[in-house]
T-cell receptor
Framework: GENVEQHPSTLSVQEGDSAVIKCTYS??????FPWYKQELGKGPQLIID?????GEKKDQRIAVTLNKTAKHFSLHITETQPEDSAVYFC?????????????FGKGTKLSVKP | ETGVTQTPRHLVMGMTNKKSLKCEQH?????MYWYKQSAKKPLELMFV???????ENNSVPSRFSPECPNSSHLFLHLHTLQPEDSALYLC?????????????FGDGTRLSIL
């Protein structure tokens, strides 16, 4: 069925290093790809999103790239800090007709070691 | 402060109890959602409301009953739940339903079924 695959499931980096999380999707009609950060005890927070008419978007230390041909998109965090430690989710709209269903990956637990 | 407030934050109930989860959004959005988040599983969409009308019901058991009295409030009524219903229940809202609408989440209600 329609799904979003996310890798890796866990990622540990040293403070100051970069972190990359990758997702693939199955619906070629998808046109919107958000990324969420979920800290312990909180709900997912939208941190960046990208639409299919662009290949890359940056917001300070965070960037997202999209390859529509290959149907994959990635989150890049540079100069990581301990407060970046959280679970990150990618998502894409898949199928669902006019309403669309936002389908999430299983998440990546990022640990940034000081 | 995400603009989406969920109460209660924690709920413990027996299988024969009846309780309700509440969600309120202060973002002026017209669409609201209920999601279920279980350990090691992707977020699962349960219900979608657009302008107080239910537009999506993803094969959710009838022991979960949603209610949307207006575009700012969403409830999830619970009765005769099973232990496997223990999870984090997240409410989200977006300006409209649709394939490119960012969804904003509350911090969830942690539900434990005894």
């Amino acid at each position: 069925g329609e799904n979003v695959e996310q890798h890796p499931s866990t990622l540990s980096v040293q403070e100051g290093d970069s972190a990359v999380i990758k997702c693939t999707y199955s619906d070629s009609a998808s046109n919107y790809f958000p990324w969420y950060k979920q800290e312990l005890g909180k709900g997912p927070q939208l941190i960046i999103d990208i639409r299919s008419n662009v290949g890359e978007k940056k917001d300070q230390r965070i960037a997202v790239t999209l390859n529509k041909t290959a149907k994959h998109f990635s989150l890049h965090i540079t100069e990581t800090q301990p407060e970046d430690s959280a679970v990150y989710f990618c998502a894409a709209f898949l199928d669902g007709g006019s309403q669309g269903n936002l389908i999430f990956g299983k998440g990546t637990k990022l640990s940034v070691k000081p | 402060e995400t603009g989406v407030t969920q109460t209660p934050r924690h709920l413990v109930m027996g299988m024969t109890n009846k309780k309700s989860l509440k969600c309120e959004q202060h973002l002026g959005h017209n669409a609201m959602y209920w999601y279920k988040q279980s350990a090691k599983k992707p977020l699962e969409l349960m219900f979608v409301y657009s302008l107080e009308e239910r537009v999506e019901n993803n094969s959710v058991p009838s022991r979960f009953s949603p209610e949307c009295p207006n575009s700012s409030h969403l409830f999830l009524h619970l009765h005769t739940l099973q232990p496997e219903d223990s999870a984090l229940y997240l409410c989200a809202s977006s300006l409209w339903t649709g394939r490119d609408q960012p969804q904003h989440f509350g911090d969830g209600t942690r539900l434990s079924i005894l």
